[in-house]
């Protein structure tokens, strides 16, 4: 499982790379003292 998710982080960075600065449509899934947890519907990410 561990595997699986680092391969989807890596695919999900590599598909946004050239998108730095776009704007995506997203949920908040988190809420922590740091900041919040967005994740984007198109592609299922979290940032």
């Given at each position: 499982?561990?595997?699986?998710r680092e391969t989807t982080d890596r695919l999900?960075?590599?598909?946004?790379?050239?998108?730095?600065?776009?704007?995506?449509?997203?949920?908040?899934?988190?809420?922590?003292?740091?900041?919040?947890?967005?994740?984007?519907?198109?592609?299922?990410?979290?940032?």
């Open positions: 499982m561990k595997a699986e999900i960075a590599h598909f946004l790379a050239d998108k730095v600065g776009a704007s995506f449509q997203g949920r908040i899934s988190g809420v922590t003292r740091a900041g919040l947890f967005v994740k984007l519907d198109d592609t299922g990410a979290t940032a």
